[in-house]
């Protein structure tokens, strides 16, 4: 079965980094797009970033120029490179694809915090 499972996370400062990883099994992982959102309590998910099979990427306007998101098919594996990070992005993480079903990986917790 499709399983999606993170790692990484945790309380940063304000202009810190973080990495998240988000380990695929289960389907051909190089044949599908990955996204990463993040979730506040009482908000719906948002769309953070995007990559297709092919390796192209898009970005929500509030992160575009300070993260970005690769995949290493070899690893089944995406990542999210959070850089410059502020208060605004404290939030629960998930790497999600979509293969009939959506499927989510288990959320990870990031906080910017001074």
């Known amino acids: 079965q499709v399983q999606l499972v993170q790692s990484g996370g945790g309380l940063v400062q304000p202009g810190e980094s973080l990495r998240l990883s988000c380990v695929a099994s289960g389907f051909s992982f190089r044949d599908y797009s990955m996204r990463w959102y993040r979730q506040t309590p009482g908000n719906q998910r948002e769309l953070v970033a995007s990559?297709?099979?092919?390796?192209?990427?898009n970005y929500a306007a509030s992160v575009k120029g300070r993260f970005a998101i690769s995949r290493d098919n070899a690893k089944n594996t995406v990542y999210l490179q959070m850089n410059s990070l502020k208060p605004e992005d404290t939030a629960v993480y998930y790497c999600?694809?979509?293969?009939?079903?959506?499927?989510w990986g288990q959320g990870t917790q990031v906080t910017v915090s001074s």
């Open positions: 999600s694809t979509v293969r009939i079903s959506v499927y």
């Open positions: 990559i297709t099979s092919a390796g192209n990427t």
